[in-house]
């Protein structure tokens, strides 16, 4: 299974959007509403941002947002703030044959 | 406190064997499946292994079947990897993630296993 395909950067001034797409396939993104992403900054573990796609857990700002159409999935971070700098990574269910988890190649959001 | 606390990380030869231990607090542990992540230094994020809440469910990533054992005590809110038969591509930080469903809501901070000679 390969890994899920994210852009290597992007970057943009604070309160601008940006947005990370994610792209698999039908066997994963396209297959399953099961894709999440996770905010890692230098060092520090992972965390859940946005899971079965569009939710968002307890505690995390309304500024970040998921959505899919087909095989892409996408993270769109509106009003970017200096904390939102760090890298991020998608992550779908991709159990077709077997049970499996593929993440993305991640993505280091920069702000301007 | 919610947390996930990771031990047994090491340097090890190829070849040799590690056992992770991962222990969690402030939450129901039985209540959630758990997986074990792993991080190789500057790279991306690999799913390693799965076991559902009670335990009679596993899974394993290819790259480590048959080599790793993933097993857990919900009475001592504890997660465990026993890694044998370990190879330099092993080399990684590997956390521990509690889910409720498809995503992996908490995670450790991770413990770093290096394989080398």
């Known amino acids: 299974q390969s890994a899920l395909t994210q852009p290597r950067s992007v970057s943009g001034s604070p309160g601008q959007s940006v947005t990370i797409s994610c792209t698999g396939t039908?066997?994963?993104?396209?297959?399953?509403?099961?894709v999440s992403w996770y905010q890692q900054h230098p060092g520090k573990a992972p965390k859940l941002m946005i899971y079965d796609v569009s939710k968002r857990p307890s505690g995390v700002p309304d500024r970040f947002s998921g959505s899919k159409s087909g095989n892409t999935a996408s993270l769109t971070i509106s009003g970017l703030q200096a904390e939102d700098e760090a890298d991020y990574y998608c992550c779908s269910y991709a159990g077709s044959y077997t049970f499996n988890y593929v993440f993305g190649t991640g993505t280091k959001v920069t702000v301007l | 406190q919610v947390q996930l606390v990771e031990s047994g990380g090491g340097l090890v030869k190829p070849g040799g064997s590690l056992r992770l231990s991962c222990a969690a607090s402030?939450?129901?542990?039985?209540?959630?499946?758990m997986s074990w992540i792993r991080q190789a230094p500057g790279k991306g994020l690999e799913w390693v292994s799965y076991i559902s809440s009670s335990g009679s469910t596993i899974y394993y990533a290819d790259s480590v079947k048959g080599r790793f054992t993933i097993s857990r005590d919900n009475a001592k809110n504890s997660l465990y990897l026993q890694m044998n038969s370990l190879r330099a591509e092993d080399t990684a930080v590997y956390y521990c993630?509690?889910?409720?469903?498809?995503?992996?809501?908490?995670w450790g901070r991770g413990t770093l296993v290096t394989v080398s000679s």
């Open positions: 039908s066997s994963d993104v396209g297959g399953y509403n099961y």
């Open positions: 993630a509690a889910a409720a469903d498809a995503s992996f809501d908490l």
């Open positions: 402030g939450f129901t542990f039985s209540d959630y499946y």
